[in-house]
């Protein structure tokens, strides 16, 4: 029986490829590499291997 790994997964586009961003105004978001959508980080979306990098 096959296993399913749980990713985090774009709210629009339902991509995996995804990465922390930080907002002065809110912290830290989540924004899709494929479709650009951009929102407030979730717990489980934060883990110890993200790269966290400043948006201007």
């Given at each position: 029986m096959p296993t399913y790994q749980d990713f985090p997964t774009c709210d629009l586009c339902r991509s995996i490829d995804l990465?922390?961003?930080?907002?002065?105004?809110?912290?830290p978001m989540t924004a899709c590499s494929e479709c650009g959508y951009t929102w407030v980080a979730k717990y489980d979306?934060?883990?110890?291997?993200?790269?966290?990098?400043k948006a201007s």
């Open positions: 990465e922390i961003v930080h907002n002065d105004d809110f912290g979306e934060l883990t110890p291997e993200v790269t966290i990098t």
